[in-house]
């Protein structure tokens, strides 16, 4: 799966168990907006020309072509911040894997934030009016010694999926890391060790019987 984020980089038996975005909608209200700003340059370009005398001699080139002018810029940046907009939503990916949590974003450089699922201590789904009606939302991670949320996987369609996912993932890590902790328990002492120890054991009995013959 990994295949499909050239960016990420797994440990040989990491592997992949959910992947997501934020949702494309939540540039709306950037669209609207630009779309209200262009509607009025054009507009009042439509107005100037049509309803307002201009002065050639004011202008040195022909007034119209100024005003349409100013109206076209007006235009071209909106459409450039709602076509912003969409590419910084397609540059955002969110990955879970069975080990870490990662973050991109990033449209004309990348940046990769990643938090350890065994130091996730906290998660925090959070909806709005709309979300819960439109069953969207941002899942807020919280992990040991932070005292708020260190990472935000926001915007997401179904945000409880990613929300269970993740805490099954705790849950199985911090099992395993328990059976670990059972299988070798702190101060176990290693084959060499016992061996010497043993030896040195052989020779104070040795010693000592000498000892006792010599008695």
């Given at each position: 799966?990994?295949?499909?984020?050239?960016?990420?980089?797994?440990?040989?038996?990491?592997?992949?168990?959910?992947?997501?975005?934020?949702?494309?909608?939540?540039?709306?209200?950037?669209?609207?907006?630009?779309?209200?700003?262009?509607?009025?340059?054009?507009?009042?370009?439509?107005?100037?020309?049509?309803?307002?005398?201009?002065?050639?001699?004011?202008?040195?080139?022909?007034?119209?072509?100024?005003?349409?002018?100013?109206?076209?810029?007006?235009?071209?940046?909106?459409?450039?911040?709602?076509?912003?907009?969409?590419?910084?939503?397609?540059?955002t990916d969110y990955v879970?894997?069975?080990?870490?949590?990662?973050?991109?974003?990033?449209?004309?450089?990348?940046?990769?934030?990643?938090?350890?699922?065994?130091?996730?201590?906290?998660?925090?789904?959070?909806?709005?009016?709309?979300?819960?009606?439109?069953?969207?939302?941002?899942?807020?991670?919280?992990?040991?010694?932070?005292?708020?949320?260190?990472?935000?996987?926001?915007?997401?369609?179904?945000?409880?999926?990613?929300?269970?996912?993740?805490?099954?993932?705790?849950?199985?890590?911090?099992?395993?890391?328990?059976?670990?902790?059972?299988?070798?328990?702190?101060?176990?002492?290693?084959?060499?060790?016992?061996?010497?120890?043993?030896?040195?054991?052989?020779?104070?009995?040795?010693?000592?019987?000498?000892?006792?013959?010599?008695a």
């Open positions: 799966m990994n295949e499909e984020y050239e960016w990420l980089s797994l440990d040989p038996d990491e592997s992949v168990v959910w992947t997501g975005q934020p949702r494309v909608w939540r540039i709306v209200g950037t669209a609207a907006g630009a779309a209200i700003l262009s509607l009025v340059a054009l507009a009042g370009a439509v107005f100037v020309t049509t309803q307002v005398t201009l002065d050639p001699a004011e202008f040195p080139v022909a007034p119209g072509l100024v005003v349409w002018g100013i109206a076209a810029v007006v235009v071209v940046s909106q459409v450039a911040t709602v076509a912003w907009a969409y590419l910084k939503v397609e540059h879970l894997s069975d080990r870490r949590i990662y973050l991109k974003t990033g449209v004309l450089s990348e940046t990769v934030t990643s938090v350890g699922v065994d130091r996730v201590q906290n998660t925090t789904l959070r909806k709005d009016a709309t979300g819960n009606l439109f069953d969207y939302g941002t899942v807020a991670v919280s992990t040991a010694g932070s005292g708020g949320a260190d990472l935000a996987v926001s915007d997401l369609d179904d945000p409880e999926t990613f929300r269970d996912r993740l805490q099954e993932q705790v849950r199985e890590t911090s099992e395993r890391e328990g059976r670990d902790d059972d299988a070798a328990p702190t101060g176990a002492l290693d084959d060499a060790t016992v061996e010497a120890l043993l030896e040195e054991a052989r020779g104070l009995r040795a010693v000592a019987e000498r000892m006792e013959d010599g």
